[in-house]
C-alpha cells in the first residue's frame, strides 16, 4: 500500500459513467470526490472502521463504496478490507 503521504489527492479521479449526464454530474462534482477519498483515508489512519451509515452521519460521504472504489482503483490503496456485521451491513477498514 501507498503509505497515505505518498498518495496524491491533487489526481483526479478518472472513470467513465454509462452516459453523458451521469459523466456530467460526476465531472462537476470530482474534486469534492477526491476530498471525500482523502477523508476517509486520514479516518482508516486512525484506525477507524467506516459503514455506509457511520460514513454518512460523521463525514456527510453519501457514498462510501464508490470512495472505497476509488481509493482502490485509482490510488492504488490495495489493503482496505470489509467484514459482514450484523445482517446485511458491511464495515470496511485498512488492514496493516
Known amino acids: 500500500m501507498k503509505e497515505q503521504q505518498q498518495i496524491n489527492f491533487d489526481k483526479p479521479i478518472v472513470h467513465s459513467e454509462n452516459n453523458n449526464d451521469s459523466q456530467k454530474l460526476f465531472e462537476k462534482n470530482e474534486k469534492r470526490f477526491r476530498g471525500q477519498c482523502k477523508t476517509i483515508m486520514d479516518a482508516f489512519k486512525r484506525g477507524e472502521k467506516l459503514t455506509v451509515v457511520k ?15 476509488d481509493l482502490k482503483d485509482n490510488y492504488e ?9 450484523g445482517h446485511g451491513f458491511k464495515e470496511w477498514y485498512l488492514n496493516n
Open 55 to 69: 460514513a454518512m452521519q460523521k463525514y456527510r460521504i453519501g457514498d462510501l463504496r464508490r470512495r472505497i472504489k
Open 77 to 85: 490503496v490495495k489493503n482496505i478490507k470489509s467484514r459482514m456485521i
